[in-house]
């Protein structure tokens, strides 16, 4: 009889935001929307909805989640989904955009998986109503983490990163047609 595998447990996330804290201490509101970055070793998405309902919350804390990959220019765009809580959405991003002081880049392994940070925000009062970590795929993890050098090794023109969000979406009428041309589309794990 062989011996069980076990993966050792990765090491916690900081936390410096719970649920039922505000967000940011220097916000109380925000626009409705959605932020991605990678930080402290996870990519992290943030989604700010107004007033988020009870079931949107227990369906973010644990209904299935996919991303998606698509790249255009300078502006690569991340893809989500959670079932029975969010269609498919989009959220630009280039690592330009973090505050150098901040940035920080993927730097899994071939074969790893990333963590994926959730973060639910009502947008009304600023506090964090949800979190959720779960993990991304191995090819999604490698996906951004070229994405992401790439950019950073780039030299970067806002005007062109604007041009080509603009152009991304004047090409597709939805994230379901983003979606449909994305490089890559994983399920999330946990």
């Given at each position: 009889?062989?011996?069980?595998?076990?993966?050792?447990?990765?090491?916690p996330?900081?936390?410096?935001?719970?649920?039922?804290?505000?967000?940011?201490?220097?916000?109380?509101?925000?626009?409705?929307?959605?932020?991605?970055?990678?930080?402290?070793?996870?990519?992290?998405?943030?989604?700010?909805?107004?007033?988020?309902?009870?079931?949107?919350?227990?369906?973010?804390?644990?209904?299935?989640?996919?991303?998606?990959?698509?790249?255009?220019?300078?502006?690569?765009?991340?893809?989500?989904?959670?079932?029975?809580?969010?269609?498919?959405?989009?959220?630009?991003?280039?690592?330009?955009?973090?505050?150098?002081?901040?940035?920080?880049?993927?730097?899994?392994?071939?074969?790893?998986?990333?963590?994926?940070?959730l973060?639910?925000?009502?947008?009304?009062?600023?506090?964090?109503?949800a979190?959720?970590?779960?993990?991304?795929?191995?090819?999604?993890?490698?996906?951004?983490?070229?994405?992401?050098?790439?950019?950073?090794?780039?030299?970067?023109?806002?005007?062109?990163?604007?041009?080509a969000?603009?152009?991304?979406?004047?090409?597709?009428?939805?994230?379901?047609?983003?979606?449909?041309?994305?490089?890559?589309?994983?399920?999330?794990?946990?």
């Amino acid at each position: 009889m062989s011996r069980i595998h076990t993966f050792p447990r990765p090491a916690p996330l900081p936390e410096t935001r719970h649920v039922g804290e505000r967000y940011s201490p220097e916000h109380e509101r925000y626009d409705e929307g959605a932020r991605y970055l990678y930080r402290h070793g996870a990519h992290e998405l943030t989604l700010f909805w107004s007033n988020p309902t009870e079931a949107e919350v227990q369906g973010f804390r644990a209904k299935p989640v996919e991303v998606a990959l698509y790249v255009q220019g300078p502006a690569a765009f991340l893809l989500y989904k959670i079932e029975a809580v969010c269609e498919w959405s989009d959220v630009a991003f280039n690592v330009h955009l973090i505050p150098e002081a901040e940035r920080e880049l993927p730097g899994e392994a071939a074969g790893d998986r990333a963590r994926f940070r959730l973060i639910l925000v009502d947008a009304g009062d600023g506090i964090i109503r949800a979190k959720r970590l779960v993990s991304l795929d191995k090819v999604m993890t490698q996906a951004l983490r070229m994405t992401m050098q790439a950019q950073a090794a780039a030299p970067f023109d806002r005007a062109a990163y604007d041009a080509a969000v603009r152009a991304a979406h004047a090409r597709f009428p939805d994230s379901d047609a983003m979606v449909v041309a994305a490089e890559f589309q994983e399920a999330a794990l946990g």
